[in-house]
């Protein structure tokens, strides 16, 4: 069978035998008209089975690892939502750490072999 999956803004087509591919789930769609940071200020206020980030923080210091834009969730689309998030949970300083392929060193010997 052949199939094609999103890879960044376009779409990679695989072709997969079809003894080896038992099942293609999809999510279903979901529209709430609401703005992207809306939704992302909802979650952090409304978690599921946890308390709030209030209410679990008795700390000054938090550090926040951050993926890179190639990820299906690029931390600029949270990151301001959650700083403000820990700010008014009495968190004095952030550290954010980076991962991914902006972490990495931008020098060919110490690059080699990295993907």
Same mark, same amino acid.
């Given at each position: !069978?052949?199939?094609?999956?999103?890879?960044?803004?376009?779409?990679?087509?695989?072709?997969?035998?079809?003894?080896?591919?038992?099942?293609?789930?999809?999510?279903?769609?979901?529209?709430?008209?609401?703005?992207? *940071?809306?939704?992302?200020?909802? =979650?952090? =206020?409304?978690?599921?089975?946890?308390? @709030?980030?209030? &209410?679990?923080?008795?700390?000054?210091?938090? *550090?926040?690892?951050?993926?890179?834009? @190639?990820?299906?969730?690029?931390?600029?689309?949270?990151?301001?939502?959650?700083?403000?998030?820990?700010?008014? *949970?009495?968190?004095?300083?952030? @550290?954010?750490?980076?991962?991914?392929?902006?972490? !990495?060193?931008?020098?060919? &010997?110490?690059?080699?072999? =990295?993907?």
């Amino acid at each position: !069978m052949r199939i094609n999956i999103p890879y960044g803004k376009e779409k990679i087509s695989l072709k997969i035998p079809d003894k080896n591919l038992q099942d293609i789930i999809h999510g279903k769609e979901t529209v709430s008209g609401k703005r992207e *940071s809306e939704l992302i200020g909802l =979650a952090l =206020a409304n978690p599921i089975s946890s308390s @709030t980030l209030k &209410k679990l923080l008795g700390v000054k210091l938090a *550090s926040i690892l951050a993926s890179d834009i @190639t990820r299906s969730c690029p931390p600029y689309k949270f990151l301001p939502s959650l700083i403000d998030e820990l700010k008014e *949970s009495g968190i004095e300083e952030i @550290t954010i750490l980076p991962y991914g392929r902006f972490a !990495m060193v931008k020098n060919k &010997k110490s690059n080699r072999g =990295a993907i």
